[in-house]
């Protein structure tokens, strides 16, 4: 079992920068490959950002390449995501998943533990 605690949510204005956290706890990140989801009201839950079973590689969804950086601590068993040069397009609930078995990288039935969400909300 994991427990995934997100914070650093808030409201921005178009062109800023955020970074979001995501605490695990009970079993260590690097035991499960860790993601960031986000779910817009009335749309499905997206793929944004996540690393491989192995950890050594990351995948970006496309609409955040190139401003959006997934990190992690595994000394304080954190994630972390980067945002920068927010958009109105990214305001959404944002998650982080841990993934426990098999499965694509970038689908959420393959993630088994979520944390609550934090918002992100990108307005002038």
């Known amino acids: 079992q994991v427990q995934l605690v997100e914070s650093g949510g808030g409201l921005v204005q178009p062109g800023d920068s955020l970074r979001l956290s995501c605490a695990a706890s009970?079993?260590?990140?690097?035991?499960?490959?860790m993601a960031w989801f986000r779910q817009a009201p009335g749309k499905e839950r997206e793929f944004v950002a996540g690393?491989?079973?192995?950890?050594?590689?990351?995948y970006y969804a496309d609409a955040v390449k190139g401003r959006f950086t997934v990190s992690k601590d595994n000394s304080k068993n954190t994630v972390y995501l980067q945002m920068d040069n927010l958009k109105p397009e990214d305001t959404a609930a944002y998650y982080c998943?841990?993934?426990?078995?098999?499965?694509?990288?970038?689908?959420?039935?393959?993630?088994?533990?979520w944390g609550q969400g934090t918002q992100v909300t990108v307005s002038s």
């Open positions: 009970g079993r260590t990140i690097y035991s499960y490959p």
């Open positions: 690393f491989s079973w192995s950890g050594d590689r990351t």
């Open positions: 998943a841990a993934r426990a078995s098999g499965g694509s990288v970038k689908e959420a039935p393959s993630y088994a533990y």
